[in-house]
């Protein structure tokens, strides 16, 4: 009987130690309010691991027209926020190539691509289920930034350590010139940069 039982309790105390510490985290980091514009922006773009890009494409038959791809990012390790979105690139990949002619680009990013906007209930292209689009272009990076940059992609995209050395990888970073943000009803707002990276992502509730 004592066999027995003992599998049962200790499945009990693990499924109530997950639920302490997702309890623990939710309650750690909560989205801003949606008045707060520019903290919301900051919010995604520090929770998203991943963004589409559009960018003008260079390759036929759609040279001209605008070419959306996926790519990982970050803005930092987890709790460590610059607000810049970081990218691992490589010259052989097909967006890149279009951001060496023209590196004007849009960046979109959603809570749909966290739990959240599942677990509230909200369809991806509700405005409740909130999400950014950056304007701006993508810059190569050096010295101090790309050690930050690889610090923040590695440390949330680990795989990338072992991604093949012949494909010149290089670290980039999205220059933001224009956020918008749809969090609510009342259509698209617009943040300017300057608005955006004065705003905290969020804040630690104990």
């Not at 559009?54 to 759609?62: G, L, N």
């Not at 991806?124 to 810059?139: D, E, M, N, R, T």
């Not at 610090?151 to 224009?178: C, G, V, Y």
Request: charged share 15%; with cysteine.
């Amino acid at each position: 009987m004592i066999s027995s039982v003992r599998p049962v309790l200790l499945l009990l105390l693990g499924l109530s130690l997950a639920s302490v510490g997702s309890s623990f985290s939710a309650c750690r980091v909560q989205i801003p309010p949606h008045d707060q514009v520019a903290r919301v922006a900051r919010f995604i773009a520090h929770q998203c691991n991943w963004a589409s890009m559009a960018t003008i494409s260079t390759h036929k038959p759609v040279v001209g027209q605008p070419f959306s791809n996926v790519f990982s990012v970050s803005d930092g390790p987890h709790g460590t926020s610059s607000g810049v979105p970081y990218m691992y690139l490589t010259r052989m990949e097909v967006s890149v190539q279009d951001l060496q002619v023209d590196p004007q680009a849009s960046l979109s990013m959603s809570l749909a691509q966290t739990d959240y906007c599942r677990q509230q209930g909200f369809d991806p292209q509700s405005p409740l289920c909130a999400h950014i689009i950056l304007s701006g272009s993508v810059l190569q990076v050096n010295g101090t930034e790309a050690d930050f940059a690889k610090k923040a992609l590695f440390s949330r995209h680990p795989e990338m350590i072992d991604w093949p050395t012949d494909h010149n990888w290089f670290f980039a970073k999205f220059n933001i010139t224009q956020v918008w943000v749809l969090d609510y009803f009342g259509g698209v707002k617009i943040v300017t940069p300057d608005e955006y990276f004065q705003a905290p992502p969020h804040r630690k509730h104990h």
